[in-house]
Structures are given as structure tokens and as C-alpha cells.
């Protein structure tokens, strides 16, 4: 008798283990689920912000459609321009290619999509990439983009220093023949630096890894002469 009691216990303490597990494995399967689907929502409530934060910014006038650069000239065949306003070599590169680059645009054979891009804003105390880069945007909106790059190249100041102050980015702007107050306002206001950042963050996108970059119809050219670049215009235009 005691033994089939016995039996009986060990059954029963069986079958309660067996219902313990169930129920264990019940709530793991369901907190699973509730991971993945809070994972899952989280992951596209981040795409949703993400790609609304990316949108968030104002292009200036002559900027491209898809706000990656400012567009001059509209020869048939598409130079990329990738510099960045505190790069030396785009500095040497500036004094080595602009008036070739010119001419390409000047003779309807090209036209130029300069990004001034933010890359090396850590070699400066004041974030004077993004700084200049954004008062470029104010320039293009005054419509005078190349007269203002051409001084911030030969304006530039030293990799490691606070870089040029925003009242002397007006100083230059005025000297180009900017609007003093118009175009300070805007530089001061920082009104084009989320476009900074979107066109930054896109050529990084891109592939572009470096300053200077230079792309003929979305081709990189590894000849950045002044021989190398007309020859791959005139190829790109046949």
C-alpha cells in the first residue's frame, strides 16, 4: 500500500515538474516575442527618425536636388568637386586645377557640382569645417559661391587652430560682395550647418573618404592634374 503511494507521489511530482517546465518555457517563448517585437519596432521608429533627421536641413539656392552641393555651369559632362575649406591639399589643388576647371566650364563643356564638405573639423577648435562649409551656403545664397570659396582657400587658415572667426568669414563675404548684414546673419544664425552635415554625411555615404575628391560623371580620377582632368572630360563628353 505504501508502496503504491509511493508511486503515486513520485508520479504527481513528475507530472508538476513537467508542468513547471511547460509553463518556464511558455514564458521564455513569450518574452521572446516581446523582445523581438519591441526590437523590431524600435529598429523602425530609428529608420523613421533617422531618415526624417537626415532630411532636416535647407539647401541654398544653386544647391543640387538632392542637397549634396552647389551646381555651376551646365556643360554636359558632371565634375565632382569634394574639398574641404581646411585642407591643405585642397588648398594646392585649388591653385593647381581651379582655372582649368574654369575654363572646362566656362568653354559649355562641363559643369561642376562642388560638396565643401566637413571631414576635419577635429583639426580645429571651433569645428571650422562645418563652420566655413555652412557660411559657403550663405555665399551661394547671395549668389556669389566661387568668389567666396576662392578667398577661403587663399584665406585658409592652420590644421590644429581655431580657424577664421565668423566675423572674419563676413569680413571675406563683404569682400566679395556679399551683403555685410544679410550674409552675417546668416553666418551667425549657423542657418545652413544641418545642410553641412546632410551633404557630409552623404558623400561619406558615397565612398569618399578624403579630400580632395574629384569625380567625372560619377567616375573618381586618380589623375588629379590638369592634363588628367581634361582628358577624362573630353572622354566622358564623347
Known amino acids: 500500500m505504501s508502496s503504491r503511494k509511493g508511486r503515486k507521489d513520485a508520479s504527481r511530482v513528475v507530472r508538476e515538474q513537467i508542468a513547471r517546465e511547460k509553463r518556464r518555457k511558455r514564458t521564455l517563448f513569450t518574452t521572446i516575442a516581446?523582445?523581438?517585437?519591441?526590437?523590431?519596432?524600435g529598429g523602425i521608429g530609428w529608420a523613421v527618425y533617422s531618415s526624417q533627421k537626415s532630411d532636416d536641413f535647407t539647401a541654398p539656392p544653386g544647391a543640387n536636388d538632392a542637397g549634396t552641393g552647389i551646381v555651376y555651369g551646365s556643360g554636359p559632362v558632371t565634375i565632382d568637386l569634394y574639398e574641404d575649406y581646411l585642407c591643405p591639399v585642397c588648398k594646392q589643388f585649388q591653385q593647381v586645377n581651379g582655372e582649368t576647371i574654369n575654363q572646362l566650364v566656362s568653354a559649355g563643356k562641363a559643369k561642376v557640382v562642388f560638396h565643401p564638405v566637413a571631414f576635419l573639423n577635429r583639426f580645429s577648435t571651433t569645428e571650422y569645417s562645418t563652420r566655413s562649409s555652412a557660411a559657403s551656403g550663405c555665399a551661394a545664397k547671395g549668389g556669389k559661391f566661387r568668389e567666396f570659396t576662392d578667398q577661403l582657400f587663399a584665406k585658409q587658415p592652420?590644421?590644429?587652430?581655431?580657424?577664421?572667426?565668423?566675423?572674419?568669414?563676413?569680413?571675406?563675404?563683404?569682400?566679395?560682395?556679399?551683403n555685410r548684414d544679410d550674409f552675417g546673419s546668416c553666418v551667425n544664425d549657423g542657418t545652413y550647418t544641418a545642410w553641412t552635415g546632410h551633404l557630409t554625411d552623404e558623400a561619406s555615404r558615397s565612398g569618399v573618404t578624403g579630400t580632395p575628391t574629384i569625380k567625372v560623371n560619377g567616375t573618381e580620377l586618380a589623375d588629379k592634374s590638369p592634363d588628367g582632368i581634361k582628358a577624362a572630360v573630353a572622354a566622358a563628353g564623347k
Do not use: Q
Not at 158 to 178: H, K, M, Q, T, Y
Open 34 to 41: 516581446a523582445v523581438l517585437v519591441l526590437v523590431i519596432a
Open 158 to 178: 592652420a590644421e590644429g587652430s581655431a580657424g577664421l572667426s565668423n566675423d572674419e568669414l563676413i569680413d571675406i563675404g563683404a569682400g566679395v560682395g556679399l
